[in-house]
């Protein structure tokens, strides 16, 4: 059984990393990381990407209230 080797304590914010701030990044970096994937298992891992995919695809297809309001009603 594999287990990750290291606890991050402290802000992510203030780590060496950047954190993802778009869904379809963090996915892309999910997909790259074999190491969880080995955590997680990879049938778990394919189809959470797989999932995870599929509803940010669907996300990116709605307007959303603020779009709604400062794009389209005040062009």
């Given at each position: 059984?594999?287990?990750?080797?290291?606890?991050?304590?402290?802000?992510?914010?203030?780590?060496?990393?950047?954190?993802?701030?778009?869904?379809?990044?963090?996915?892309?970096?999910?997909?790259?990381?074999?190491?969880?994937?080995?955590?997680?298992?990879?049938?778990?891992a394919r189809v959470y990407s797989i999932v995870k995919r599929a509803e940010y695809d669907e996300f990116l297809q709605v307007i959303s209230p603020w779009e709604r309001e400062h794009l389209l009603l005040n062009v």
């Amino acid at each position: 059984e594999k287990r990750p080797d290291k606890q991050f304590k402290g802000d992510a914010y203030d780590g060496a990393e950047d954190i993802p701030r778009v869904l379809g990044e963090a996915l892309d970096l999910f997909e790259e990381a074999t190491a969880l994937h080995e955590v997680l298992g990879a049938d778990f891992a394919r189809v959470y990407s797989i999932v995870k995919r599929a509803e940010y695809d669907e996300f990116l297809q709605v307007i959303s209230p603020w779009e709604r309001e400062h794009l389209l009603l005040n062009v």
